[in-house]
């Protein structure tokens, strides 16, 4: 089977801008999660997705949205980009029916630089 | 204070040698994750736990329901092991979600 899948891999964008990260899990699995990654924060739990709907959600500012498409794939969107929001994005995914009790399968990552 | 505290945050080992890394959180959970992220990135779940012991190949995890802590032990070190090791938790009740430790930093030696 194929592994989580992200993309763009490398992002450079300017304050601002509004950027839309893709996430393709792992064919079967209905749950798809994001996350950010900072050297200053760590991980941080950003939503999660399962079935279309947004089941659970971190405590990030409304400018960090997203949705999910029927045959799983997410995107996660952040509007007026701040230099703060620089950081690696990881999406995983898992079958769902167990929420955060199921393996989580990671993607490799979008690393997103605000100039 | 952290929901979810590591130790040691760095750790250096001559190959071969017992590691352990340990995990202390103070929320009830549904499940502990313990994952493992390599320079560039990408992250790989080595074990999801609810309660007692797992183990794979030279990998030990433990947790301690009662104690709300948890143990990786790598075994016969080797310097592929080398890259940062992050428990995580899934709290019981509440928003379902992960809660991410800020990692251990293992390096391991020839």
């Known amino acids: 089977k194929a592994g989580v899948t992200q993309t763009p891999r490398y992002l450079i964008k300017t304050r601002g801008q509004q950027v839309t990260l893709s996430c393709s899990p792992i064919s079967g699995h209905r749950s798809v999660s994001w996350y950010q990654q900072t050297p200053g924060q760590g991980l941080q739990f950003l939503f999660e997705y399962f079935s279309e709907t947004q089941r659970n959600k971190g405590n990030f500012p409304g400018r960090f949205s997203g949705r999910q498409f029927s045959n799983s794939r997410s995107e996660m969107n952040v509007s007026t980009l701040e230099l703060g929001d620089s950081a690696l994005y990881l999406c995983?995914?898992?079958?769902?029916?167990?929420?955060?009790?199921?393996?989580?399968?990671f993607g490799p990552g979008t690393r997103l630089t605000v100039l | 204070k952290n929901e979810v505290e590591q130790s040691p945050q760095n750790l250096t080992a001559q190959e071969g040698e017992f590691i352990t890394i340990n995990c202390s959180y103070s929320?009830?959970?549904?499940?502990l994750h313990w994952l493992q992220q390599h320079p560039g990135g990408g992250i790989v779940s080595l074990f999801m736990?609810?309660?007692g012991k797992k183990k794979h190949g030279r990998l030990i995890a433990t947790i301690n329901i009662q104690e709300k802590h948890s143990s990786l032990h790598i075994t016969a070190s080797h310097p592929r092991d080398s890259a940062v090791y992050i428990c995580a938790v899934s709290p019981r009740g509440g928003t379902d979600k992960l809660i991410f430790g800020t990692g251990t930093r293992l390096q391991v030696f020839p």
């Open positions: 995983a995914s898992s079958r769902g029916s167990r929420g955060f009790a199921d393996t989580q399968y």
């Open positions: 929320v009830g959970i549904s499940a």
């Open positions: 736990l609810s309660s």
